[in-house]
């Protein structure tokens, strides 16, 4: 786990992590705690998500996004009016 942090810390031109939370929503169930969904969900919190393409993202990803950080309260750069739109 401490690799990947790295990882995507250190990446964050090349940040994968839409698209490995994709893959992590789509191939595992999301338990309290499961510390990858989570390290995931906190870095692409840290990105705007009108920079992220539509492809990197997938829909049932972006709702786990939006419903851990409503739930968690965790820092989330995007604005409401941006998540909306």
């Known amino acids: 786990m401490k690799t990947v942090a790295n ?3 250190k990446n964050y031109q090349d940040n994968y992590s839409p698209e490995l939370l994709t893959k992590v929503v789509d191939t595992m169930e999301h338990t309290e705690d499961n510390a990858l969904f989570d390290l995931l969900i906190n870095a692409v919190a840290k ?3 009108n920079t992220i393409d539509f492809s ?16 968690k309260k965790i820092p989330f750069v995007t604005s409401e009016y941006e998540v909306f739109r």
């Open 7 to 9: 990882t995507l810390e």
């Open 47 to 49: 990105i705007p998500l």
């Open 56 to 71: 990197r993202l997938s829909i049932s990803a972006l709702q786990h996004l939006l419903s851990f950080s409503h739930e």
